[in-house]
Nanobody, 127 residues
Framework: QVQLVESGGGSVQAGGSLRLSCAVS????????MGWFRQAPGKEREGVAL???????TYAEFVKGRFTISQDNAKNTLYLLMSSLTPEDTAMYYC?????????????????????WGRGTQVTVSS
């Protein structure tokens, strides 16, 4: 299994940047595909950015060019660097992992497929 703990959320003004971190604790030898997801009040959870076992990334169109997903395997940490933030980015951001291989899937298609989730970190962007 794997445990995930997000951090780095907070309040930021529109146009600002923020970096989220996800501490990954693996208890098996399995390789995981990782992702960042978010859910705003009254909205469904949506995929933000994914990085698979081969390091291939996939981004939702609404964050492409603004957000960057990366990982530091030595530190067992997943990151999401967010820039040019807008109020629409306000949401609870979740780190997730799964043993499957989802390269080629859209960020929306993988939402119900990830089986391991962190508890989230809140990001609030003010105008």
């Amino acid at each position: 299994q794997v445990q995930l703990v997000e951090s780095g959320g907070g309040s930021v003004q529109a146009g600002g940047s923020l970096r989220l971190s996800c501490a990954v604790s693996r208890y098996t030898r399995d390789s995981y595909t990782m992702g960042w997801f978010r859910q705003a009040p009254g909205k469904e959870r949506e995929g933000v950015a994914l990085i698979d076992q081969d390091g291939i990334t996939t981004y939702a169109e609404f964050v492409k060019g603004r957000f960057t997903i990366s990982q530091d395997n030595a530190k067992n940490t997943l990151y999401l660097l967010m820039s040019s933030l807008t109020p629409e980015d306000t949401a609870m951001y979740y780190c997730a992992a799964d043993r499957g291989r989802f390269h080629g899937f859209t960020t929306e298609e993988v939402v119900p497929r990830y089986r391991h989730w962190g508890r989230g970190t809140q990001v609030t962007v003010s105008s």
